[in-house]
T-cell receptor, first 111, second 110 residues
Framework: SQTIHQWPATLVQPVGSPLSLECTVEGTSNPNLYWYRQAAGRGLQLLFYSVGIGQISSEVPQNLSASRPQDRQFILSSKKLLLSDSGFYLC??????????FGSGTRLTVV | SQKIEQNSEALNIQEGKTATLTCNYTNYSPAYLQWYRQDPGRGPVFLLLIRENEKEKRKERLKVTFDTTLKQSLFHITASQPADSATYLCALQAGTALIFGKGTTLSVSS
């Protein structure tokens, strides 16, 4: 069966520090991968998606970036965090036309 | 501009009643629409997908309708239970990725 792993679960980082969140998927090949952010009281905002290794599409211009170094690995990064980067970050995968499977999320607080 | 609106931020109902949640969209022509459940501090969980040529879809106590003329989907939970309390999100495919509404938080009281 397919599983998705996302870590860490919580993270407190100072303003200006770097960020690296990792997501891996097991049990499927060539999945579509996504990063979403959910700020307090707001909906899910699509940040990045990837349809293959090295293929990244950005939906929202910001100081975040994403990479897909391997087929089932998706990384969200930042060189310098801002207060506004705080939120609940969710990784998800999908295959063709079907529901997304989300990871358990990372609660990021920038202080 | 494209919009997905879930018209109620919160819905409170009594156990045993039917909960009806609404999702409206503008400036989209989605081939299908999806509904998810999200519990506090957790990622959304996929519930149902309905295609544009399907008027209605059911799964146990859940029923979804999709009216492409009205640009609306209704999500029903029959015989609701306190365990159904959660935030429910509708989502549309826009390009390669799903775009989500802000959700409706359902509270079922016993």
């Amino acid at each position: 069966s397919q599983t998705i792993h996302q870590w860490p679960a919580t993270l407190v980082q100072p303003v200006g520090s770097p960020l690296s969140l990792e997501c891996t998927v097991e049990g499927t090949s060539n999945p579509n991968l996504y990063w979403y952010r959910q700020a307090a009281g707001r909906g899910l905002q699509l940040l990045f998606y990837s349809v293959g290794i090295g293929q990244i599409s950005s939906e929202v211009p910001q100081n975040l970036s994403a990479s897909r170094p391997q087929d089932r690995q998706f990384i969200l990064s930042s060189k310098k965090l801002l207060l506004s980067d705080s939120g609940f970050y969710l990784c998800a995968w999908s295959a063709e036309v079907y529901g997304y499977t989300f990871g358990s999320g990372t609660r990021l607080t920038v202080v | 501009s494209q919009k997905i609106e879930q018209n109620s931020e919160a819905l409170n109902i009594q156990e045993g009643k039917t909960a009806t949640l609404t999702c409206n969209y503008t400036n989209y022509s989605p081939a299908y629409l999806q509904w998810y459940r999200q519990d506090p501090g957790r990622g959304p969980v996929f519930l149902l997908l309905i295609r544009e040529n399907e008027k209605e879809k059911r799964k146990e106590r859940l029923k979804v309708t999709f009216d492409t003329t009205l640009k609306q989907s209704l999500f029903h939970i029959t015989a609701s239970q306190p365990a159904d309390s959660a935030t429910y999100l509708c989502a549309l495919q826009a390009g390669t990725a799903l775009i989500f509404g802000k959700g409706t938080t359902l509270s079922v009281s016993s």
